[in-house]
């Protein structure tokens, strides 16, 4: 969290405080792996939109995977696990309101299924085995976490967890915590399209663009180069 706080201070400050800490530097975008697709997705319906909404870690990373990802309509940054009241970044960022740094993603379920946006975001968008943290990030709010649009999406995401676990996917076991009925709460408009309006901020360099080159490798029929940005698809789908 010192991380983020520095540089959102802004200016040369912000820049140069960034810059001086060396250990940042050896703090790199989770590792990006292939991993099985999930056996048990959720059944096929004649919906054409869908939501999702995943936690891993910084926003701005997760967001940015997801804009890239072909049947994303929109993927909009905020706080999911938390009270109303509580949905804003300072108190978010404290570690106490029960918040995630999370986002929600409205897909076609025609072109990409729920269950495959498990296996990006658990192979590209976040390390699912670390607890309460991702990189540089330390605390629940940067916790691994699925809140789920109900029971279907429920059953998948605790079918996946399990699968991967049962095939050792990973080097430990996932820790990623399935939470129901949580109300997602968009984030404050600057840290939407973090990721695209900040192309060279360290931490985006170092931590987030990565991910966006390792959902290329890995997954080249979902890329998409031109990001779905909220400025365009709005906050209200």
């Known amino acids: 969290m010192l991380t983020r706080r520095l540089l959102l201070s802004g200016g040369a400050i912000g820049l140069v405080a960034a810059a001086s800490l060396a250990w940042l530097v050896a703090s ?19 919906a054409t939109s869908e939501v999702a909404v995943l936690a891993g870690g910084c926003f701005w990373g997760v967001q940015g995977v997801f804009q890239h990802v072909e049947g994303v309509a929109n993927a909009v940054s905020g706080y999911a696990g938390g009270d109303k009241d509580t949905a804003h970044y300072e108190m978010v960022s404290s570690g106490t309101t ?21 296996q990006v975001h658990f192979s590209v968008a976040h390390d699912p ?12 709010q940067y916790r691994s976490a ?13 079918a996946y967890i399990a699968q991967l676990n049962a ?5 430990a076991p996932l820790v990623t915590r399935v939470e129901p009925d949580q109300a997602f709460y968009p984030a404050e408009a600057h840290h939407q399209d973090f990721l ?23 997954f080249p029929a979902l890329y998409r180069a031109e990001p779905v940005l909220v ?5 209200s789908d």
């Open 98 to 118: 029960g918040h995630a740094e999370a986002v929600r993603i409205t897909f076609d379920p025609r072109k990409i299924t729920y269950g495959r946006l498990l």
């Open 231 to 235: 400025a365009t698809a709005g906050l």
């Open 146 to 158: 699925i809140f789920p649009m109900g029971a279907a999406q429920a059953a998948t995401a605790a």
């Open 129 to 140: 085995t670390q607890l309460d943290r991702q990189g540089p990030d330390i605390g629940t």
């Open 196 to 218: 695209t309006r900040n192309p060279t901020y360290p931490y985006i360099v170092i931590n987030d663009l990565p991910k966006i080159e390792a959902l290329k490798r890995l």
């Open 28 to 46: 790199p975008a989770e590792e990006a792996r292939a991993i099985p697709a999930p056996a048990q997705d959720e059944p096929a319906g004649p």
């Open 167 to 171: 095939a050792h996917a990973f080097p």
